[in-house]
């Protein structure tokens, strides 16, 4: 009976569908594909509703995203421009920036709760105050594209 079960349940899961998986999302992506994506994640979509968008892997987005994709010798000429590529590293850096402007603020928090503290609380919140604001220039995408 074991073994008849096991059989039973091996042949049911050989009939269901295979999940979509990075490599079968990669054949989905090309050139076209990948300069809407990025002007969809400038545009403050997140990588998961990129993903839902183009019904593709969250971890393809993200390779994508982060300049981590490779495309194949013969998949054409790159259609981002440069203006685009220095959005993309732009929001990268916002998205950073508020990252750490929201971890600061975590710290602050917990430093205010403590008394003993307030000191520590108040060069916290200097230094949120600094990462608020605009990124040094060494830090920002030069002109003309990364």
Do not use: W
């Amino acid at each position: 009976r074991y073994i008849a079960a096991f059989n039973a349940m091996e042949q049911a899961l050989r009939q269901r569908a295979p999940l979509p998986t990075v490599a079968s999302s990669l054949l989905k992506m090309n050139r076209a594909r990948e300069r809407r994506v990025l002007e969809m994640f400038v545009a403050g979509h997140t990588p998961t509703e990129i993903a839902k968008h183009f019904k593709v892997s969250r971890t393809l987005i993200s390779l994508v995203v982060h300049g981590k994709y490779q495309f194949a010798p013969g998949s054409g000429a790159p259609e981002c421009s440069p203006e685009l590529i220095a959005a993309v590293a732009a929001k990268h850096l916002a998205n950073e920036q508020a990252a750490l402007a929201q971890a600061q603020e975590r710290a602050a928090q917990r430093f205010l709760t403590t008394a003993n503290n307030q000191d520590l609380a108040s060069a916290l919140e200097q230094v949120g105050r600094h990462l608020q604001q605009p990124p040094a220039l060494a830090l920002s995408a030069p002109e003309g594209g990364v």
